[in-house]
């Protein structure tokens, strides 16, 4: 086998009666070296775990510059409108796939009509711009009398 790999590495160039010849590599990973030049640039490089790298003093610096960037810089803005946009598109829709074909279509029909009545997408695209300037976002999930009379007046007609 060695012989095998010698006749690779020496290449095809080699007659019979010369001998192979064993090429060393030497290689080395540039981002391995610190040099003059990248001194400044690896400064912060640090071996920090995630978690130690997120304290909340580190999360509040970030959380303020992603904000400040959103709202003052036009290409931040446009690529968080557009995360937003395409993540959420025209909003969730609920597929139901149990053995009775009309109570899928109705409870379906039901969930489209209470996501439009509480502008479920609107609210989810809002949550994604939250979570991609804040770092977070959360939602309550509250009962609506009115939405909920406004469903029924509807659903008799």
């Known amino acids: 086998m060695f012989r095998w790999l010698a006749n690779l590495i020496?290449?095809?160039d080699r007659s019979p009666s010369r001998p192979a010849t064993v090429r060393v590599v030497r290689a080395r990973y540039d981002a391995a070296i610190t040099t003059?030049?990248?001194?400044?640039h690896w400064a912060a490089a640090d071996g920090l775990s995630a978690n130690a790298a997120n304290?909340?003093?580190v999360?509040?610096?970030?959380?303020?510059r992603a904000r400040y960037e959103a709202a003052n810089?036009?290409?931040?803005?446009?690529?968080?409108?557009?995360?937003a946009n395409d993540v959420i598109g025209t909003g969730p829709r609920l597929q139901l796939l149990s053995d009775d074909p009309e109570t899928n279509r109705r409870v379906e029909h039901e969930f489209a009509r209470w996501a439009t009545a509480v502008r479920l997408p609107e609210k989810l695209r809002t949550m994604r711009l939250a979570r991609a300037t804040d770092g977070e976002a959360f939602a309550v999930l509250d009962q609506q009398p009115a939405v909920a009379a406004a469903g029924a007046t509807r659903s008799s007609a």
Do not use: E, F, H, W
């Not at 003059?36 to 400044?40: A, G, K, Y």
């Not at 290409?75 to 409108?81: M, T």
């Open 59 to 64: 999360r509040r610096v970030l959380r303020n």
């Open 73 to 83: 810089n036009s290409y931040a803005k446009g690529i968080v409108l557009t995360l």
């Open 55 to 57: 304290s909340p003093d």
């Open 10 to 12: 020496a290449g095809s």
């Open 36 to 40: 003059d030049d990248n001194r400044r």
